[in-house]
Structures are given as structure tokens and as C-alpha cells.
């Protein structure tokens, strides 16, 4: 095994173990209360209408459109529809940016399955099924690739010049995009190298069977890799990340609107956060330090009986 | 302007010139603005204005470089404990997916109706204020957070300036979420401000005054943020009696702490102070349609404000379980929610997961049930009596955050001749705030009026206008339907500062005052318009 292969896994390890932990911890923060925001697709009301339209509302039996968060949501990912409709000049750059990230990720998946059926001897030579994952990532790849840089280089020129982006823009996001970039860049340097990806394949090969990489590398190849590899290890550390909120603000803030029926899940956790204490120093809290708790503070009117009503 | 800019040691940040607003629409295109009221000089040496020359908190100055050191200290004390589930479980996901996710793209500004009015001032950017939080929490609360602060982008000062013109930063966004709605990575700087309000609150006692100590302190003390006690609210019911048997000539009992009812009906108690006539009408509606209900005269029960909605979930927490309470030693089925967008939120969405499912009962939007009450058929109404021309404020707490949008539509179709209403654009879940929400409506401290009127509430009188133009003439009535006790109050102060009804003829209700309008068995009109009558104060 190799020096650019240990690399690979240890990168391969810090992403799973820190993007895992950042998942973990959104999904263990407790139960907030509700704060959703309409539109909710699975009201199933075009018009951006709720339940509370609806009288008696708690006798109903609430019937959710799940499939409406669907169609509302694959249009969003795929083609960042809130961008399009909201802030078109920064659209035209960030949806090549983001398509061609969504199909470079789909060439891998495909190399990967090629390096797999490999390990059996299936080769594009000898095998239709090894043939056809050659060509799938080869039609998800150079597409992703040249989409890719035509993103990242619009978005680059994009928070150089407009100035609404200037000022909120750090050296830290150019640095980003132009690491990007230099993916996309070189991955289609190496594409033009290796036009089948059997390069590419082999070293995906010997990732899974844990074996020595039989074909050379260039050095442009190489250099692709170094930019993946430190890429992918440092991706769950930065906003990047923010399919994390897509997922999280969506389904568990804006269209959290699950009313309190008495739940016995969504009660023990509401008994639970009331015995949680209280340390806000104002005055009119009166935590006393951490001696009280929410349930104390909250049914506690300091004011009650202090005047005449 | 960069966030960090917001540390920088000057007189003022920015200010507001009147050349720079957003056009309004005739009649309004030639209007000369009047600028915002410099402070004082006595005012300025004591309030903190650095930001934009506007004082909302009154905000005193440190007397000394000691206390301005605790109070940073105590700042950043009370963001980490933001940052804690004991502290903050009500709200720490939604905070910590947005303190964290931010892709820098400025969609949300062109959603917020206070930049766009300003004309674009980078300070008032949804972004900014946010920025300026996640700045601060990644430079001085988390690991390592001054290596690199500049190339990070998170190298902001944090001192006093830094933290006062935050606390009035703070209270110029109207937690509207408009800019949360269409983020394409559910972003929410709305909820950042309202945390922000909360850190200053919770932490350090500073909170808009009229929300805090004329507010919900004023609610848990006296019963109500009005300051109308418990002794005197069944007086004041008393007089709506009189006032609509001089109205409807119909002597109606308004029922009071009424065990067992079907309903507890509460109103923002402001309505009884500042237009009567709403309570009364849900009186008229409620007895013509049969309805079996009662007022509270209970402490905090006849005020369904909730100000700690918009700055202390402590204080929120407290007004919410009275509420709650209160309906339960009633034994009604259910809370019915007057003419009150702030109250819908408050009692419906937020309180819902304060107490375990069995201590909760049910809460419902006046809306719904009056187009129930239209609907059964219960009461007959004419249209041709409501025909004049009539367009219709969203508020934003009961659609875009609670999704009631169709009923209040229903209703007006149901009580004005066809094509009288029109739409205000956008409209229903995509509409814009009066201008006075988050408190605002209420806020009236050191030159803040002034800002309201040329900023926050400029979105919404350009819709209002818009909604009507080709029929501007004066003598052609035209009426705004508000059915919310502070969107109401902020479009009167519009209306009233631009002195739209003597130049345009449109003029602001609720809802259930349009109802009564339109009843058949009402014999005399029971709307009135400024100038029909010398005592009117609607």
C-alpha cells in the first residue's frame, strides 16, 4: 500500500468521524419550540395555508402530503431553485458550480463501481457492465468537471466585483473556490491524459482491496488526488457543509409545525428541558444562579401581589 | 460597509438622508420627507446613537471605563449561554445551524423591506447584524478563534461601541423572517436578531422599554401592558355595553369569567384602549351568531399580548402559561384569539411545546372561527353595504408564520360587492410587515418614530398606495383591512404622518368592524370614517 493511498483512507476517516459528529450533534440538540415558516409543502395548500385554517383543527385527523416535500425539495438540491427565483446573477454562476460538483461525485460513484466489478476481472475490454460504468463516469465526470470551473471561476469574478459580495467576502472563500476550481481543473487535465479513467480506476481498486497501485500515476494525476484527499478532509470543518442546514432547517425548524397532542415522546422531552437550570443574569430573571429552573422561573411572576390591581 | 466596521471608533455609522429612501407612488412621488429629528444635545451625551443617529433603547452610556469592560464581559457571558441547551433549548438548533451556515450570498437582502427602504444601507442588511454575532462568537468563544481571525474573516473588535450599536441594531428588524424564507439554506437572521434581543435581555437587562418595563412587565404586574388592571377592565366592558346599545341599539351582555363556556375570547387589550370598536364587534358577532363565550377580567387574561415574544423567552414563558392557566380554571374548550398577530404566534405556535400535552388547550385564530360564523350562515350580511374599495394586510405572525392565509379572504369576499377587493403585492405568505412588527408599533423612545415612519413602514404604505392607484381621489373612500392591533397601530401612524386619508381618501379597520358593517340587522353604519364624527379616535 502506498503513501497517496494512507492518505486517502485517513482523509476518508476524518471525513466519516467529523461530518458524523456534526450530524450527531444537530440531531441530539433538544426539541426546540416550533418556529416553522410557511410555505409548508406537506399542508398540502398552494397557497401557503395551514391547519389553523381549518376550525376545530385538533379533532381533525391531519393528513400530511409527504410526497409535496419531495417535489419541493429535489427541484431545490438539484437545481437551487430558491437561488433562481431570488437572486438570478449569483445563480448563473453557482448552479454550474454546484451541478458540476453533484456530477463529479457522480463519476466517482461510478468509477468506483467500475474499480469494484475490476477486482473480478470485469475490465471495459472484456466486460459490457465494466463498459458501461467507464462511460457512465466518463458522461458524470468532464461535464462536472467543465461545469465545475465554470462555477468557480464566475463565483471567484462574482465576489470580486459586485459589491454586495465584496464586503462579506474572506480570503477564506476565495481560497475555497479556488481549491475547487483546481479540482475541477486538474481532474479534467487528467481526463484528457487518461481518457478512459483506467488510471483513476486502478488507484480506486487498490483503495478497496487494500492492494499496491499497479499503474503509474502522473504527476498532474497525482496532484489531482493531493487537492481531493486535503479537500475531503477539511470539507466537514467549513459552511460547505450546509446540505446539513438544508436538511435540518427544513425539516426540523420550517416545517416542524407537529402540534403538542400529548405526544408521550414530545413529553418527556418538554419534562425533561423544564428541570434543565437556569443561569441568565438579568435582574428580572431571577435564576439565582443556576439554582432555579425553567419550570421554577416560569411559573414564577415576580410582580404577582407587589401592587395594587 | 463591512461587519467589522461596526467596532470602529466614530461619532455616527451611518445616517438616514431622505434622498436615499425608496421612491413611494403618487401621490407621494414629489413628497418632500422630513428627516429623522437630530437628539439633543443632552440626549446625545446620554443615550448610545452611534449607529445611525437613532435612539430606540435609550440606551445609557457607560459611565466609566470599568463598566464598560463588564458589560463586554457580560455580553459575551451571555452569548455562550445562548449557546447552551440549559440555557437556550427553546431555540439553540434553529441559532446553531444559522450562526454556522451563512454562504455570504445577500439573497436575503432583497427580501428585507427595511434595506430596500433605506436605500440600501449595508447596515441594515439581514446579514449584518448576524455577521456581526458570528464574527464575535467564532473570534472570542470558539478554539483558536484569533489565528487567522483576518483571513477567516472573522477579525471584528469587540468593545463598547461594538456592543451598544448591536443592541439598537437589533431593534431594527422586524423579525418579519421574510429574509428566512428565501434562503437557499434556510438561514434564519430573523432569528438571530431574536436572539440577539434575548442575549441583551436575559443577560443584561437591556430590552426596548416600552416592550420590557411599560410591556410584559407591565402585563405580569397590572394584567396587562396597557396598564389597565384588573379592577378597571370590567368597567371598560361595562362602556362597550353602552357604546353598542347607542350603536346597535341592542343592549348586549358581554359574558365575564364565565365557567364552563365553549370559549375564552382575548383581545389585545389595546384595542380596548385605541378602537372599541373591534372588541365591540366581536361582541355584536358573537351574540348575533350564538356563540358561547366569555372574557377573562383575570390578571394577564383579558390581554393576549405576549411581548416576551420578541425579546425574553422568560418573560414570554411566564405571560404564555398564564394564559394557559387561566383558560383551564375556566374549564372552556378552547382560546379564541382576538384581532392580535403577535398573540396568534405567541399562544398558538411557540407556547405549544412549553407544558406536556395534557396541561394544554386548544387555541384557535378569531379568523377561523368569524368565517366559520360566515359560512353556517349564522348571520346574514350585505355587501352593498361595505361598497368601497378594500385591500388587506397580511400580518406576518398569523400567515407567513402560522399560515392562516385564505379564512380573512374568505370573509372580506363574503362582505364586499365582487371586484371591491384587491391584493396588496406581493400578498398572503410573501407579503411585507406594516413596519411595525417585533414591538415596533409601540416603540415610540427618543427619535425612533422617526425611523419607522421613513424606514420600516415604508414597504408597507407603497403596497397600500399601490393597491389603489387610479382611484386616489380623495372623495373616493378606500379602506385598509389590518386585522392586527399593531399592524394597525403602525399603519394609523402612517396614514396619519403622510396624511393619507386628507390626500388619498384610504383609511384603516379590522376586520370584525367590516363584518358588523355589512350585517343586515345592523341599521346604522357602524364603520366611521375620520371627520363623521368629532369624538372618533379609530
Redesign the interface.
Same mark, same amino acid.
Given at each position: 500500500m502506498g503513501f497517496l493511498q494512507i492518505l486517502t483512507y485517513l482523509s476518508g476517516l476524518v471525513f466519516v468521524i467529523a461530518f458524523g459528529a456534526k450530524l450527531l450533534k444537530y440531531a441530539t440538540m433538544p426539541m426546540h419550540v416550533r418556529w416553522e415558516l410557511y410555505p409548508i409543502p406537506h399542508e398540502g395548500k398552494e397557497w401557503g395555508g395551514s391547519f389553523y385554517e381549518e376550525i376545530d383543527h385538533w379533532k381533525k385527523v391531519r393528513h400530511k402530503d409527504h410526497m409535496a416535500q419531495y417535489r419541493f425539495m429535489v427541484p431545490e438540491i438539484l437545481f437551487i431553485r430558491a437561488l433562481h427565483e431570488d437572486n438570478k446573477p449569483l445563480w448563473y454562476w453557482s448552479f454550474p458550480f454546484h451541478m458540476g460538483l453533484y456530477l463529479c461525485i457522480g463519476g466517482l460513484v461510478f468509477l468506483g463501481f467500475g474499480a469494484f466489478v475490476q477486482i473480478f476481472g470485469m475490465v471495459p475490454e472484456n466486460s459490457a457492465l465494466a463498459s458501461l460504468f467507464q462511460s457512465l463516469t466518463t458522461v458524470f465526470a468532464v461535464p462536472g468537471y467543465i461545469l465545475g470551473t465554470i462555477g468557480a471561476l464566475g463565483l471567484i469574478v462574482k465576489r470580486t466585483t459586485d459589491s454586495n459580495l465584496t464586503d462579506v467576502t474572506a480570503g477564506i472563500d476565495f481560497m475555497n473556490l479556488i481549491w475547487l476550481g483546481l479540482l475541477f481543473v486538474t481532474g479534467f487535465i487528467v481526463w484528457l491524459q487518461d481518457p478512459g479513467f483506467n488510471v483513476s480506476r486502478a488507484f480506486f481498486q487498490s483503495l478497496l482491496t487494500f492492494g499496491p497501485m499497479k499503474e503509474p500515476m502522473s504527476a498532474i494525476h497525482v496532484v489531482n488526488l493531493l487537492i481531493f484527499i486535503g479537500f475531503w478532509a477539511y470539507f466537514p470543518f467549513t459552511p460547505m457543509t450546509h446540505m446539513v442546514s438544508k436538511y435540518f432547517m427544513w425539516d426540523k425548524v420550517k416545517w416542524d409545525d407537529n402540534p403538542n397532542r400529548g405526544d408521550a415522546g414530545m413529553d418527556s422531552k418538554i419534562k425533561k428541558y423544564l428541570t434543565y437550570p437556569v443561569t441568565w443574569a438579568a435582574v428580572h430573571i431571577d435564576s439565582q444562579g443556576g439554582k432555579k429552573t425553567w419550570a421554577d422561573i416560569a411559573t414564577t411572576n415576580p410582580w404577582d401581589n407587589k401592587e395594587q390591581k | %460597509? =463591512?461587519?467589522e466596521e461596526i467596532s470602529k471608533k466614530t461619532e455616527q455609522l451611518v445616517t438616514i438622508k431622505p434622498e436615499d429612501l425608496s421612491p413611494l407612488p403618487f401621490p407621494y412621488d414629489t413628497y418632500e420627507e422630513t428627516p429623522i429629528t437630530p437628539l439633543k444635545e443632552e440626549q446625545k451625551k446620554k443615550w448610545e446613537h452611534s449607529l445611525d443617529g437613532v435612539s430606540a433603547l435609550t440606551l445609557p452610556k457607560p459611565e466609566t471605563p470599568e463598566e464598560e469592560e463588564r458589560l463586554v464581559k457580560?455580553f459575551l #457571558?451571555?452569548l455562550e449561554?445562548l449557546m447552551t441547551?440549559?440555557?437556550n433549548?427553546?431555540?439553540?438548533?434553529?441559532l446553531?445551524? !444559522?450562526m454556522?451556515? *451563512? $454562504?455570504? *450570498?445577500? &439573497?436575503c $437582502?432583497?427580501?428585507c423591506p427595511a434595506f430596500e427602504a433605506s436605500g440600501r444601507k449595508?447596515i441594515y442588511r439581514p &446579514?449584518f447584524r448576524a455577521?456581526v454575532l458570528r464574527k464575535i462568537a467564532k473570534k472570542y468563544l470558539s478554539k483558536g478563534g484569533k489565528i487567522l481571525a483576518?483571513?477567516?474573516?472573522?477579525d471584528i473588535d469587540l468593545n463598547w461601541d461594538t456592543i451598544a450599536r448591536l443592541a439598537e441594531l437589533a431593534y431594527r428588524c422586524t423579525l418579519c423572517?421574510r429574509c428566512? #424564507?428565501? *434562503?437557499? @439554506?434556510?438561514?434564519?437572521n430573523g432569528?438571530i436578531t431574536h436572539e440577539l434581543r434575548k442575549l441583551f #435581555?436575559?443577560? %443584561?437587562?437591556i430590552a426596548g422599554p416600552e416592550i420590557?418595563e411599560k410591556g410584559s412587565?407591565k402585563h405580569?404586574?397590572?394584567?396587562s401592558s396597557t396598564g389597565m388592571?384588573?379592577?378597571a377592565v370590567a368597567d371598560i366592558i361595562e362602556y362597550l355595553e353602552d357604546d353598542i346599545e347607542e350603536k346597535t341599539g341592542k343592549r348586549i351582555k358581554i359574558p365575564l369569567n364565565k365557567k364552563g363556556a365553549e370559549i375564552l375570547l382575548i383581545h389585545n387589550a389595546g384595542e380596548f384602549m385605541a378602537w372599541p370598536e373591534n372588541p365591540m364587534a366581536f361582541a355584536i358577532l358573537f351574540d348575533a351568531a350564538g356563540i358561547d363565550y366569555t372574557l377573562s377580567t383575570d /390578571?394577564v387574561g383579558y390581554d393576549a399580548v405576549n411581548y416576551g415574544l420578541w425579546y425574553d423567552d422568560?418573560?414570554f414563558? +411566564?405571560v404564555a402559561?398564564?394564559h394557559i392557566e387561566i383558560a383551564r380554571n375556566l374549564g372552556v374548550k378552547?382560546i379564541v384569539i382576538g384581532e392580535c398577530g403577535h398573540a396568534h404566534k405567541a399562544l #398558538? @405556535?411557540? $407556547?405549544? =411545546?412549553?407544558?406536556?400535552?395534557?396541561q %394544554?388547550i386548544?387555541r384557535? !385564530?378569531s379568523y &377561523? /372561527?368569524l368565517n366559520?360564523i360566515v359560512k353556517s350562515g349564522k348571520i346574514k350580511f350585505d355587501p352593498t353595504k361595505n361598497d368601497f374599495p378594500v385591500t388587506l394586510h397580511d400580518p406576518c405572525n398569523a @400567515? +407567513?408564520? %402560522?399560515?392562516? @392565509?385564505?379564512?380573512q379572504r374568505e370573509v372580506i369576499n363574503a362582505i364586499f360587492p365582487p371586484g371591491r377587493f384587491r391584493e396588496m403585492e406581493p400578498h398572503?405568505?410573501k407579503n411585507y410587515c406594516c413596519g411595525g412588527g417585533s414591538g415596533f408599533a409601540i416603540m415610540s423612545s427618543g427619535n425612533f418614530t422617526d425611523w419607522k415612519r421613513l424606514v420600516s413602514g415604508r414597504k408597507k404604505l407603497t403596497q397600500i398606495l399601490n393597491a389603489f392607484q387610479g382611484e386616489m381621489d380623495p372623495s373616493i373612500k378606500k379602506m385598509v383591512c389590518a386585522p392586527c392591533s399593531n399592524c394597525k397601530g403602525q399603519i394609523r401612524d402612517m396614514l396619519e404622518s403622510y396624511e393619507v386619508y386628507e390626500k388619498t381618501g384610504i383609511w384603516y379597520t379590522g376586520l370584525v368592524e367590516l363584518m358588523v358593517n355589512a350585517m343586515v340587522d345592523q341599521e346604522k353604519p357602524f364603520l366611521e370614517w375620520p371627520g363623521e364624527d368629532d369624538d372618533d379616535d379609530m
Open positions: - | %460597509m =463591512r461587519p457580560a #457571558s451571555g449561554k441547551k440549559e440555557n433549548w427553546t431555540f439553540l438548533q434553529p446553531m445551524l !444559522s454556522e451556515y *451563512c $454562504a455570504k *450570498c445577500q &439573497t $437582502a432583497d427580501a449595508d &446579514t455577521d483576518g483571513f477567516r474573516g472573522h423572517r428566512a #424564507s428565501v *434562503c437557499p @439554506v434556510g438561514v434564519d432569528l #435581555s436575559q443577560e %443584561m437587562g420590557h412587565v405580569l404586574k397590572f394584567g388592571t384588573t379592577a /390578571l422568560v418573560q414563558a +411566564r402559561l398564564k378552547k #398558538s @405556535v411557540i $407556547a405549544d =411545546r412549553l407544558l406536556p400535552g395534557a %394544554m386548544p384557535e !385564530s &377561523t /372561527l366559520d @400567515v +407567513r408564520l %402560522m399560515g392562516i @392565509v385564505k379564512p398572503g405568505v
